[in-house]
């Protein structure tokens, strides 16, 4: 029963841990905004989350350790998602090669940020919830 209690804590949770690596992932590309050659990356949200979250079967594509003494592979910590970063495409061109477009970035980066705070609001909520339902009021 705790289990189906903390389920949707898990996904949520998954959510956050992705929401954040994508800020992370953004202001990387907004602060080489000038630098000459640098390339913009990204990662599909959805895609990464449904991979963390099991896939739509409950098997994940991608490797899991089943043992908290295994190895990680990539850095990051036991259980964390590890979205494929991708190239962003170019859409207006520039003479050094930078492909950045502050717009775009700025554009996503304040929409994750909504997004990660309403997730921050929805756990906060949930755990509430939860508290209560225990406690009796």
């Not at 959805?46 to 409950?58: F, I, T, V």
């Not at 098997?59 to 964390?80: K, N």
């Not at 980066?109 to 997004?115: G, K, L």
């Amino acid at each position: 029963m705790f289990e189906q209690m903390t389920a949707r804590l898990d996904f949520h949770a998954n959510a956050l841990l992705l929401r954040s690596q994508r800020q992370q992932v953004l202001a990387s590309n907004i602060a080489n905004a000038d630098t000459p050659g640098y390339v913009a990356r990204d990662f599909d949200f959805s895609q990464a989350l449904k991979n963390a979250s099991g896939g739509l079967g409950g098997v994940s594509g991608a490797m899991q350790a089943t043992d908290a003494r295994h190895m990680q592979l990539g850095g990051g910590t036991a259980g964390a998602p590890r979205p494929d970063l991708a190239y962003t495409v170019q859409t207006q061109p520039s003479q050094d090669g930078n492909s950045v477009d502050l717009d775009r970035e700025r554009a996503n980066f304040v929409d994750n940020s909504v997004r990660y705070e309403s997730t921050l609001r929805f756990i906060n909520g949930h755990v509430k919830t939860m508290l209560s339902a225990i406690t009796g009021q």
